[in-house]
C-alpha cells in the first residue's frame, strides 16, 4: 500500500515549513505595504510643492535660450526656445478646476500668470524677427516683472502650504504612530501563530515517539496489558506504531501461551503427585485392611466368641457364625478395585454388622437403612463405610455404659448421594474435627493410618474439587455425624 503524499514526514516537514515562510512572507509584505502607504502619503503632502518649484527653475531655464536669441538672433537658441517653450506648456495642467480653497486659486492664478509669460515671449520673439528694437526690450523687461511676480506668488504659496503642513504635522505622526502599532501587532500575531503551528507541527511528529518510548518503558517493566498507541497522520511513524502494536501483541500471546503451557504442566504435575500419593495412600490401606484381617486379637475374640457359642449352643449357631465370618474374609480380600458398587459396601458392612450384634448383643444397637433401587446404580469408592462404623466401637463407646447406637444410613439427594454413619458415643470437640478434615500429608504421617483417616484422605484425592466430600457434626457428650456427599454426575479421579 503507497502512503499519500500528505501523509509522508518529508511532505508533513516541507508543508511546515512552508506554512511559516508563507507567514512570513505575508508579514514582509504587509510591513512593506504599510510603508509604502507612509511614503506616499508623505509624497503626497509635497508633490504639489515639488511641482511648483520645478515650473518655477524650468521658467528659469527658459531665460537663456530666449535672452540668447534676443541677443544673437541665433537660430540654435531659436530651437532651443521653441522646445523649452513646448515643454513649458506641456508641464502646465490644461484643465484646472475651479475651487473655494484659496490656496488652489492662488495656485491656478500662477499658472495664468506662467500662460501670458510665454505669449510674451512668443511676442518678444516675433518682434526680434521684425527688428522692432524699442519692442521687444519693453516686452523682456516686463517679462522681468511677470517673472518676478510669478517667483514670488510662486514662494508665497509654497510657504503658506508649508506652514499648512506644519500645522498637520502631529495628526500625521499620530497617524504613523498608529499604522507601525498596528504593523507591530501584526508581526506579534503572526510570530506567535507561527511558533504555535511550529509546536504543532514538532508535536504531531513527536507524540508518538514519545508514546512509544513510555511504551517501551512498561514493556520492559512487564506490563503488556497497556492501550495500543493510536496511530498518527505520519506515514513513516504510523508504520513503527503498527509494528510495535503488533510486536506488544504477539509478545503478550506468547507469555499467555507459556504461562498456560506452565498451567497445564503444573496440573499434570500436581496430578501426577496426587496420583503417587493416592497410591501411596491405597497400598498402605491394603496393608492396613491386612493388618486387619490379620489382627490377632480380632482373630482371638472371634474364636473364643466362636468356642463359647459352640459350648453353650451347639454347633448350628457356630457354624453360622463361623460362616458369616468366613464371608466377611473373603469379602475383604476378593476385590481390588477402588470403586466399587454401593451392593458390594453394604454386602460387606452385613456380614459386619452380624459379628458386631454376635460379640456386643446387650449393649450395641446397630441400624442399616438404604433403598435397594440404589445399590446397583450407585458406586463408591471401596471400603469406606466398614472402617467408619469400626470408628464408632472402638472410640465412641469408651467410658459409656448406656447402649452404643451406630446408624448407617444411604440417602438420595439429587444430584448427591449420601452416606452417614451416626452414633450416641462420646462425641468430639471443634479441634479434633478440624485435625481431622485437615489431615498431614500422607507422606508426613506417621506409619500406621487409623480408619477414619484413611477414608477422608481418600475420599479427598477422589474428589478434590469437592471439599465438602466428607463432614463431620458431633459434640462432646452429644454423639458423632459423619456424612459422605458425592455427587452422582462426576466421575471420581482415580489412579491410573
Request: glycine share 4%; aromatic share 10%.
Amino acid at each position: 500500500m503507497r502512503p499519500k503524499v500528505t501523509s509522508s514526514f518529508r511532505m508533513q516537514m516541507v508543508f511546515s515549513i512552508f506554512g511559516i515562510f508563507t507567514l512570513l512572507v505575508i508579514s514582509t509584505t504587509y510591513i512593506l505595504f504599510s510603508t509604502i502607504r507612509i511614503q506616499n502619503i508623505i509624497n503626497s503632502s509635497f508633490q504639489k510643492e515639488r511641482y511648483l518649484r520645478s515650473i518655477q527653475e524650468a521658467l528659469t531655464a527658459y531665460q537663456e535660450p530666449l535672452l540668447e536669441y534676443l541677443s544673437t538672433r541665433s537660430s540654435n537658441a531659436l530651437a532651443r526656445h521653441l522646445i523649452e517653450s513646448q515643454t513649458l506648456r506641456n508641464r502646465i495642467p490644461a484643465n484646472i478646476p475651479i475651487s473655494r480653497d484659496q490656496s488652489l486659486l492662488r495656485e491656478r492664478e500662477v499658472y495664468h500668470l506662467i500662460d501670458a509669460f510665454l505669449e510674451l515671449a512668443e511676442q518678444a520673439v516675433e518682434l526680434k524677427r521684425g527688428r522692432d528694437v524699442e519692442g521687444y526690450t519693453r516686452l523682456y523687461d516686463e517679462m522681468m516683472d511677470l517673472l518676478s511676480y510669478i517667483n514670488h506668488e510662486t514662494e508665497s504659496l509654497s510657504t503658506e502650504r508649508f506652514r499648512n503642513q506644519v500645522d498637520q504635522y502631529g495628526v500625521f505622526i499620530n497617524n504613523s504612530r498608529t499604522v507601525l502599532q498596528w504593523n507591530l501587532v501584526f508581526i506579534v500575531c503572526i510570530s506567535l501563530f507561527s511558533i504555535f503551528l511550529l509546536f504543532r507541527s514538532v508535536e504531531k511528529m513527536t507524540e508518538p515517539m514519545v508514546r512509544l518510548s513510555a511504551m517501551a518503558s512498561e514493556l520492559s517493566a512487564g506490563n503488556f496489558s497497556i492501550e495500543d498507541i493510536k496511530t498518527s497522520s505520519i506515514y513513516e511513524i504510523d508504520r513503527v506504531v503498527e509494528a510495535f502494536n503488533q510486536m506488544k501483541h504477539e509478545i503478550r500471546q506468547y507469555i499467555e501461551e507459556i504461562r498456560r503451557q506452565e498451567g497445564i504442566k503444573q496440573d499434570y504435575m500436581q496430578a501426577r503427585m496426587r496420583n503417587l500419593k493416592m497410591e501411596g495412600l491405597v497400598r498402605r490401606m491394603e496393608i492396613y485392611t491386612l493388618q486387619a484381617q490379620m489382627n490377632p486379637h480380632f482373630l482371638f475374640n472371634t474364636l473364643n466368641t466362636g468356642m463359647q457359642l459352640a459350648i453353650v449352643e451347639g454347633a448350628e449357631r457356630t457354624g453360622e457364625y463361623m460362616e458369616y465370618l468366613a464371608l466377611l474374609f473373603r469379602h475383604n480380600i476378593k476385590n481390588k478395585e477402588s470403586i466399587v458398587p454401593l451392593r458390594y459396601e453394604i454386602e460387606g458392612l452385613t456380614y459386619y454388622f452380624y459379628i458386631l450384634k454376635v460379640r456386643f448383643p446387650k449393649n450395641l444397637d446397630l441400624v442399616l437403612d438404604y433403598p435397594e433401587r440404589l445399590l446397583d446404580t450407585c458406586k463408591v469408592p471401596v471400603a469406606i463405610l466398614q472402617p467408619l462404623v469400626e470408628n464408632c466401637v472402638v472410640h465412641a463407646f469408651k467410658n459409656k455404659e448406656d447402649i452404643g447406637s451406630v446408624i448407617v444410613r444411604v440417602e438420595e439427594k439429587e444430584p448427591y448421594i449420601e452416606l452417614s454413619v451416626s452414633d450416641n458415643g462420646c462425641g468430639m470437640d471443634e479441634e479434633q474435627i478440624h485435625s481431622l478434615l485437615h489431615p498431614v500429608p500422607v507422606e508426613e504421617s506417621s506409619p500406621r493410618i487409623m480408619g477414619l483417616e484413611n477414608v477422608i484422605q481418600r475420599l479427598y484425592f477422589f474428589y478434590p474439587e469437592d471439599p465438602e466430600v466428607i463432614t463431620i457434626q458431633s459434640m462432646p457428650g452429644k454423639g458423632t455425624t459423619i456424612t459422605i456427599r458425592i455427587h452422582r454426575g462426576k466421575e471420581p479421579c482415580i489412579v491410573s
